[in-house]
């Protein structure tokens, strides 16, 4: 533990938290567990006074639920003031000029020639996300666009009976919210205190096209790569969790 070594009462006094809430925080997982030479003692280093300055502003400012926080900051190794000043600057600037069109479920599902229960097991998987107004669901522009895909995927042969359930999507899922937590991750670390928003904004945009582009590409190559030497796993490979998940941004 590197630093100044702070007792509790030391924290307490530098935070203007107590106790008690900061022993919240370590159950909940949004501080790390501090330094226990001894049964009955414990030393916290300075890093802990700026992460829980960084969860009240948090709640203060924005006004995120404890979970939305533990996904931001967990990990072993969570971000500094500066990132986390950046991812949240640029919070509502991207894809400002995207279509913000909205359809009821039930519409989606009969255009799409899917059952309503299926696009609702999407939503059970995480695929899509529902949003209930005025006692309906409906989807935004992003979600729409997902069924349809899906609705492409069972004309394309992937049928239930085969196996090809919407629970399947659940690989992706893990391994996304992984992967997206790791591009913040090294997103952040290079461009926060460095640049204006604006900038950040523009090459975060850019790069979540791109790097999709390229993405794909992997993808097929490696895919191709399997097949051609016959490397079939018989055992479902283990996906990223979000417990190992570095963080959420």
């Not at 949004?30 to 969860?55: C, H, K, M, T």
């Not at 949240?88 to 069109?101: M, Q, V």
């Not at 992937?158 to 991750?185: C, I, M, N, Q, S």
């Not at 979540?208 to 895919?223: C, N």
Request: charged share 30%.
């Amino acid at each position: 533990m590197s630093g100044r070594r702070l007792k509790m009462k030391d924290l307490e006094r530098a935070t203007g938290v107590g106790r008690e809430t900061i022993r919240f925080y370590i159950r909940e997982g949004l501080l790390p567990q501090p330094e226990r030479p001894g049964r009955n003692v414990a030393w916290y280093d300075e890093s802990f006074v700026d992460r829980i300055a960084v969860i009240k502003e948090l709640q203060r400012k924005r006004y995120l639920p404890l979970h939305a926080i533990k996904s931001l900051l967990g990990g072993d190794t969570p971000p500094t003031r500066a990132e986390v000043d950046t991812l949240l600057a640029i919070d509502g600037k991207l894809f400002r000029d995207a279509p913000a069109a909205a359809a009821r479920l039930s519409d989606v599902a009969h255009r799409t020639g899917l059952k309503a229960a299926e696009v609702r097991h999407l939503a059970d998987v995480e695929a899509i996300e529902v949003a209930t107004r005025d006692g309906d669901q409906w989807l935004e522009a992003d979600a729409i666009r997902f069924v349809e895909l899906w609705a492409e995927f069972r004309r394309a042969g992937y049928h239930e009976t085969l196996g090809f359930g919407p629970e399947k999507l659940r690989v992706y899922v893990d391994f996304v919210r992984w992967l997206a937590r790791e591009e913040l991750r090294i997103f952040t670390q290079g461009v926060a205190g460095r640049l204006d928003v604006e900038t950040v904004a523009r090459m975060a945009e850019r790069g979540i096209d791109l790097v999709g582009r390229m993405l794909l590409l992997l993808r097929k190559g490696t895919l191709l790569r399997y097949i051609a030497e016959g490397n079939v796993p018989r055992d479902a490979a283990t996906a990223p969790s979000d417990a190992a998940a570095p963080r959420r941004g």
